[in-house]
């Protein structure tokens, strides 16, 4: 039998190096799949239980591995279900490639069944490259392109493929006029900053007083650089949230994540610092950075596509972080004055005494911060770590400390709900011998999470470490906006659409053949942590926590808290209880020792 179309895709996925494919199926794609059935499942079909957690577990594994994931959707309906995931790569710069069917040639324009403009449809969210194959000559250019393209632009890419063309005998480009023949793989170039603007940053950072550093996702793998860094001016740094795992928390100068969900120390840091440094990142919230007219600033980017925004910086350089800074690094004189320095460092300590008092305040029954408080001290060096968007992306942010090789992502800039759960899926692809840990809200896990336990269920014996944990904050309430409602529209909690059904978490992952345990007892969480990291075989924690801590930002404003005054004069339901703890959160700021009751 002459090879199809399909067969060659595939084939050609095989040269790339792509070992899953995360999708469902569909008559759109049947050629495909019939494909699929001929090379013995080579690359693997990852069957999602949904076309929107294969775009998440293809972002997850791209995420994870750094390498390009891949998506596979058939016409209509499937191909609107990818769009979510597919916009949490774009907005989060992840190399995802997506395949999707589409109704016959013969049929388009005539308003048939599943037929819908592909091409107009993923036209933004894949907008570095969306293109249609309309005959075989098109491969394996077509292949070629949305990988390359997708890898070095950090971008998801579209391939829209008629049904009928994934049967058609390949016939390969010829070397004539207009035909395109392809090559595979590329050398990635790396960007070098101007040696005359890197002499020029240097300046600025040296005759700076009180230097801080926001670094992001693009400084990772420059940890060495970073400390000879920050050693010389005596900074300290802040992580934006996609950068949290960059840089470790047990450096005392790190003071971790900045913002809405930021620390204490993070906010001190750029309220102080007359000299900023930026790399790698595109942290959007300017309110949480240095004063406008307080500080000189530069910033460092791979692309000039995302520079010069959010600050109005002195310098934008423009080049790859590690080699920058690498060329940076002779020119810094050493600052012999070292109360910046010291003043950083005591901020820090101060910020994590009071997140562990914080944490270990008493609540009805669990204080959800405590759930991550445990959880750090226990985090395996290797493991990998998603939290879903809402409240658990608050203690996420704040509460766990990442050392050694720990790696750890959200949906930073959709901030869409539902990614947890598929993520580490795709983490377990790229990584199968490395624990994971989920850490997500019962709103997210009843939207999409407990599906997807299906997902993990049907897989986890392939890989070789078991452990894929998934911690569900159980507290019957859609507790993100919960308080964005209190803090943001002056409004008390509106019954209707926050309240959840409860569920028991624990009895559905028990009825798939996971290990399950509920816990509602604070005193028994430690133990609860450990038996699942003993496990042999992925576990849920259905962890009965309180919806009434409060995520207290670093800095609450007078505005914030006037607008939480007037949602309990207007009649929350709850207001007793977030009043109580409220008070007790925001005292451990202020109060010596580790416990308040």
Partial sequence: MAATVADVMLERLRDWGVKQVFGFPGDGINGLLAAWGRANDDPQFVQARHEEMAAFEAVGFAKFSG???VCVATSGPGAVHLLNGLYDAKLDHVPVVAIVGQTERSAMGGSYQQEIDLLS????????????????????????????????????????????????????????????????????????????????????????????????????GCVAELTQVADLL???????????????????WVTGSIGLLGTTASWHLMMDCDTLLTVGSNFPYTNFMPPLDQARAIQIDRSAKWIGMRYPYELNLVGDAKRTLQALIPLLERKADRGWREEIES??????????????????????MRIFHELSSRLPSNAIVASDSGSAANWYARHLKFTGDMRGSLSGTLATMGPGVPYVIGAKWAHPDRPTIALVGDGAMQMNGLAELITVAHYWQQWSDPR??????????????????RAMEDSPKFEASQRLPDVDYAGFARSVGLAAEYVDDPEALGDAWDRAFAADRPTVLDIRCDPDVPPIPPHATFAQAKSVAKAVLHGDEDA?????????QKAQQYLPGRKGD
């Fill in 121 to 220: 449809l993923f036209k933004d969210c894949c907008s570095d490259y969306v293109q249609m194959a309309t005959v075989p000559q098109q491969l394996p250019n077509l292949i070629d392109r949305s990988i390359r393209i997708a890898l070095s632009e950090h971008a998801p890419t579209c391939i829209i493929v008629p049904s009928d063309v994934l049967d058609l005998p390949y016939e390969a480009p010829g070397h004539e006029f207009k035909q395109v023949p392809s090559s595979l793989g590329f050398v990635e170039a790396t960007p070098v900053a101007d040696d005359a603007g890197v002499h020029q940053a240097a300046d600025i950072l040296n005759a700076g007083a009180k230097v801080a550093m926001l670094v992001g996702q693009g400084a990772r």
């Fill in 234 to 252: 005596g900074a300290g740094a802040a992580k934006a949230l996609l950068g949290k795992d960059v840089l470790p928390d047990d450096l005392a």
């Fill in 468 to 485: 894929l944990i998934v911690a569900v904050l159980h507290n019957d309430d859609l507790n993100q906006v919960t308080w964005e409602m």
């Fill in 67 to 69: 390498q390009v994931g």
């Fill in 576 to 584: 007793a209880g977030f009043i109580k703890q409220g008070i007790k």
């Fill in 347 to 368: 901020n820090v300590a101060d910020w994590w005494e009071t997140a562990e008092r914080r944490a270990m305040t008493s609540a009805d029954p669990i204080n959800p």
